[in-house]
């Protein structure tokens, strides 16, 4: 059962951030990571328009957007999950910052 269920997650092509915020601390543009992760595992998942209000009213009015990554690579060095944030971040910057 739990074999079957890891399945189904992975199928679901959600970013797997367990919100650590290690990767926040040091990066130069304030962006707030684990919450724009969040975010678009919302929209993979519901398909929820109130995933957009999120990433735009509350965890970029204050802090840095997906599209401000400037490739620094700091958050990845301190990544426990050995994310590729800079990568991600491209695709969350695709799915809330298009048009």
Same mark, same amino acid.
């Given at each position: 059962a739990v074999s079957r269920v890891c399945e189904i997650f992975h199928a679901m092509h959600m970013i797997p951030c367990t919100a650590c915020r290690y990767c926040t601390d040091g990066? @130069?543009?304030?962006? #707030?990571? @684990?919450?724009?992760? #969040?975010?678009?595992?919302?929209?993979q998942i519901y398909h929820d328009w109130n995933a957009k209000y999120y990433y735009d009213e509350v965890y970029t009015k204050k802090n840095g957007k997906a599209s401000d990554c400037i490739g620094c690579g700091k958050c990845e060095a301190a990544c426990p999950q050995h994310l590729h944030i800079r990568e991600l971040l491209k695709t969350v910057a695709k799915e809330f910052e298009a048009g």
């Open positions: 990066c @130069p543009r304030q962006i #707030s990571i @684990p919450d724009l992760f #969040s975010c678009m595992n919302t929209m």
